[in-house]
């Protein structure tokens, strides 16, 4: 029987399962930090749609997927630790999955102010987390990208720092508007709460950073 014939090894393949098994092939970081990106974006439209109704529902919904979130970062940290090998580099993976995470905390954070304040939702907020939404939405687009077409994704990495701008706009905006009169505890509490959402789309920002970062270590 010759190493090629049917239902043996040949030396070549043979060789490779030897290096399969003793370099286990790496996971699908990307396709986890998509999946991350995704949920993230789940968590911003609750916000959009809470800063428009004021819905309690959807405050405690925004709490619930939180809890989420920090199930699927744990999840993307564990992978990271036991993997053997790495697309990129090991601390852009961590940071990503940590700046996705901070996201959604600022969120959950925000809504709780809000309850804890006696806040109600108004224009500005709602427009920052409309901002907010479409930071996620590009870095969606990005992550999705990075395995198949990672120079693309530069363009999404700028359009998630682009919305931190669009953010930080309409927080100085929010408060010049809103420090005039005498109504100081509504200034302060409605202060705190555009803080929030600013905090927000600082880590948008970082996100979109860290997105750049693989894009320019890659390509």
């Known amino acids: 029987m010759t190493p090629d014939t049917p239902g043996r090894f040949s030396p ?34 609750l916000l959009v ?9 959807l ?8 809890h989420t979130a920090d199930t699927i970062k744990i999840r993307n940290l564990h992978t990271l630790n036991e993997a053997f090998s ?15 995470d901070d996201v959604v905390n600022y969120c959950k954070t925000t809504v709780n102010e809000m309850s804890v304040l006696g806040v109600d939702p108004d ?7 409309i901002q907010l939404d479409g930071g996620a939405q590009a870095l969606i687009n990005g992550y999705a990208k990075l395995a ?3 120079l693309a994704a530069e363009t999404d990495a700028a359009a998630g720092r682009k919305a931190e701008r669009r953010v930080e706009k309409l927080y100085r905006k929010a408060l010049a508007e809103l420090f005039v009169g005498d109504d100081y505890l ?11 959402l600013s905090n927000a789309a600082d880590r948008m920002a970082a996100c979109a950073n860290t997105l750049h970062d693989i894009v320019v270590k890659i390509t």
């Open 148 to 150: 198949t077409t990672p």
């Open 49 to 57: 749609r809470f800063m428009k109704s004021g819905d309690a529902a």
């Open 12 to 45: 070549s393949a043979l060789f490779h399962r030897i290096i399969d098994r003793m370099v286990p092939k790496a996971p699908d970081f990307y396709g986890l930090l998509h999946e991350q990106a995704i949920h993230v974006q789940h968590t911003t439209h």
């Open 123 to 129: 224009e500005a907020m709602h427009h920052m987390a």
């Open 86 to 100: 790495t697309p990129c580099d090991r601390e852009d993976i961590y940071r990503a999955i940590m700046t996705l």
């Open 186 to 196: 509504n200034m302060f509490k409605r202060r705190e709460i555009y803080r929030h």
């Open 59 to 66: 405050a405690k919904e925004i709490k619930r997927d939180e």
